[in-house]
């Protein structure tokens, strides 16, 4: 069974700094597409930012120059550091693992909260 554990959510203030982490396990890391999305209270849940098994990165226009996604592949893990954190950041921070495109298989991890207080 694929498993998505993230890490590294909590409580920080604004300006601060997280840093997010997903490991993987049971799928061919290398092969997958890795992303990072966010679902704040009442609103849909949204892509922060990805990164695909050839390093390629996309963001979020709300986080470019804020956030920085990596993957380490030794460890099938991939990272979200996260700076100048704003309230509006806060949500339930959740990896996601795609292969192909369009995706042919797509796995979710169960989420972490950041909070960022106003």
């Known amino acids: 069974q694929v498993q998505l554990v993230e890490s590294g959510g909590g409580l920080v203030q604004p300006g601060g700094s997280l840093r997010l982490s997903c490991a993987a396990s049971?799928?061919?890391?290398?092969?997958?597409?890795m992303g990072w999305y966010r679902q704040a209270p009442g609103k849909q849940r949204e892509v922060v930012a990805s990164?695909?098994?050839?390093?390629?990165?996309n963001y979020a226009d709300s986080v470019k120059g804020r956030f920085a996604i990596s993957r380490d592949t030794a460890k099938n893990t991939v990272y979200l550091q996260m700076n100048s954190l704003k309230p509006e950041d806060t949500a339930i921070y959740y990896c996601?693992?795609?292969?192909?495109?369009?995706?042919?298989?797509?796995?979710w991890g169960q989420g972490t909260q950041v909070t960022v207080p106003s």
């Open positions: 996601r693992a795609t292969l192909g495109s369009p995706p042919s298989l797509t796995f």
């Open positions: 049971r799928i061919i890391f290398n092969f997958y597409t």
């Open positions: 990164i695909t098994s050839g390093g390629s990165t």
